[in-house]
């Protein structure tokens, strides 16, 4: 199982990923909302401003304290060595 590093010593796996978005938009801050009160919010900024959502195929909302483009690039790099491992 690949996992990605997401900030702070916090991973998630690699393959459970649906989408990592900026939490700028309105539609993003009530996706925010309504995990919060489901209990699927998970807060791994550790009280620093959150800079990325991470949205899972559970329906879990995880927020990041790095910024999504970071997360993308380590998405991507983590997809290139992995298609060289094979």
């Known amino acids: 199982?690949?996992?990605i590093n997401i900030g702070f010593g916090n991973i998630v796996a690699?393959?459970?990923?649906?989408?990592?978005?900026?939490?700028?938009?309105?539609?993003?801050?009530?996706?925010?909302?309504?995990a919060r009160e489901q209990g699927k919010l998970v807060d791994a900024t550790?009280?620093?401003k959150t800079r990325a959502v991470v949205i899972m195929d559970s329906n879990h909302?995880?927020?990041s304290a790095i910024q999504s483009?970071?997360?993308s690039q380590r998405f991507n790099n983590k997809?290139?060595?992995?298609?060289?491992?094979?």
């Open 79 to 86: 997809n290139d060595l992995d298609r060289v491992s094979k």
């Open 69 to 71: 483009e970071t997360i």
């Open 1 to 3: 199982m690949s996992m």
């Open 14 to 34: 690699l393959n459970r990923v649906i989408a990592v978005v900026s939490p700028e938009s309105a539609p993003i801050k009530r996706l925010i909302n309504d």
């Open 61 to 63: 909302v995880i927020l």
């Open 46 to 48: 550790y009280g620093r």
